[in-house]
């Protein structure tokens, strides 16, 4: 099954944001994840310079080249055949010329509002309190989402980010976002556990959450 699926009427994403920290045999798990059906992978290592980015790049097979969305270094972009471009506070604006897929981090509500005419999708976070950053606690509370779902300012170009586990997906949903990126709870079993079985049991968790929702 796709990660892209259809539930009344609307689709839902499922994105999947690297470590910030460098894992063991990471590029063999992020071919893994797309055999086994990951469609948008958000390539975020604020630490790599310009020349390990690309050598990474370079080991890659142009089918997971296609499903990564640089967080930097975008002018690689284009060179390699890359899904996308990602901006941040730290890189505002795609490149000069640059016409493929545009997303973007929003913190706020009101960057949502600003930003999302302009990008396919945009990621809000934190919604739940991060797996990965400790005392990095959820921005929003459940009335203010609810506000802005209701409001249609939370949408299916909207994809939240921060604490998404397989049993908040249904709660996403609910709200209208049109998906989740997710970061610790894949990841944190990987780095406590560095095999490839180990990642796909916690993908396959997050996939049949998806089936119980599109059901």
């Known amino acids: 099954m796709n990660v892209f699926y259809r539930a009344m009427g609307m689709s839902f994403r499922l ?18 994840l797309r055999e ?62 640059y016409t493929g897929t545009v997303s973007r981090s929003c913190h706020g509500l009101d960057e949502v509002g600003r930003y999302i005419s302009a990008c396919e999708y945009v990621f809000l976070s934190p919604i739940f309190a991060s797996i990965s950053k400790r005392g990095y606690e959820a921005a929003f509370t459940p009335e203010a989402l609810r506000e802005a779902a209701e409001s249609g300012l939370i949408d299916g170009k909207v994809v939240a980010l921060g604490g998404v586990t397989p049993a908040g997906l249904p709660a996403l949903r609910a709200l209208g976002f049109g998906g989740a990126a997710v970061l610790g709870a894949l990841w944190r079993p990987y780095m406590a556990c560095p095999e490839i079985k180990v990642l796909l049991a916690f993908w396959h968790d997050l996939r049949m959450a998806e089936t119980v929702m599109e059901i």
């Open 15 to 32: 994105v999947v944001v690297s470590s910030e920290q460098d894992l063991p045999n990471e590029t063999e798990a992020w071919e893994a």
């Open 36 to 97: 086994a059906g990951m469609t948008h992978l958000h390539l975020r290592k604020p630490h790599w310079n310009w020349m390990r980015t690309e050598d990474c790049l370079k080991r890659l097979s142009p089918e997971l080249r296609a499903c990564i969305h640089l967080h930097d270094h975008h002018a690689l972009a284009a060179r390699y055949g890359l899904g996308g471009v990602h901006l941040n506070a730290r890189h505002p604006l795609p490149p000069s010329g």
